[in-house]
Nanobody, 117 residues
Framework: VQLQASGGGLVQPGGSLRLSCAASGSIFRINAMAWYRQAPGKQRELVAVSAVSAAVDITNYADSVKGRFIISRDNAKNTVYLQMNSLKPDDTAVYYC?????????WGQGTLVTVSS
């Protein structure tokens, strides 16, 4: 599985960005896709996850982004999105796309989001 993330950039506080992550390869085995982020000097943390369990879509968010970020999937395009609204300086980080199947954990290359005035 290969993951290609895009959409990062510089945005002012209160602004919005949408990140995209296109998956290719053996995607039929993927059962969850997620976004993580890593701020300078901090550990990588889970931001949002979209999973399928028993044919039910499940999403979950870090407390720090609940109500501001939305994860969504376009299965026809094999793409997962992260809509980020009401951005804060604390959201500044490199954002990584992640995909999981039963055996493996896959990572995209990361895209930098900078929230600053």
């Amino acid at each position: 599985v290969q993951l290609q993330a895009s959409g990062g950039g510089l945005v002012q506080p209160g602004g919005s960005l949408r990140l995209s992550c296109a998956a290719s390869g053996s995607i039929f085995r993927i059962n969850a896709m997620a976004w993580y982020r890593q701020a300078p000097g901090k550990q990588r943390e889970l931001v949002a996850v979209s999973a399928v369990s028993a044919a039910v879509d499940i999403t979950n968010y870090a407390d720090s982004v609940k109500g501001r970020f939305i994860i969504s999937r376009d299965n026809a395009k094999n793409t997962v999105y992260l809509q980020m609204n009401s951005l804060k300086p604390d959201d500044t980080a490199v954002y990584y796309c992640n995909a999981k199947d039963l055996k493996n954990n896959y990572w995209g290359q990361g895209t930098l989001v900078t929230v600053s005035s």
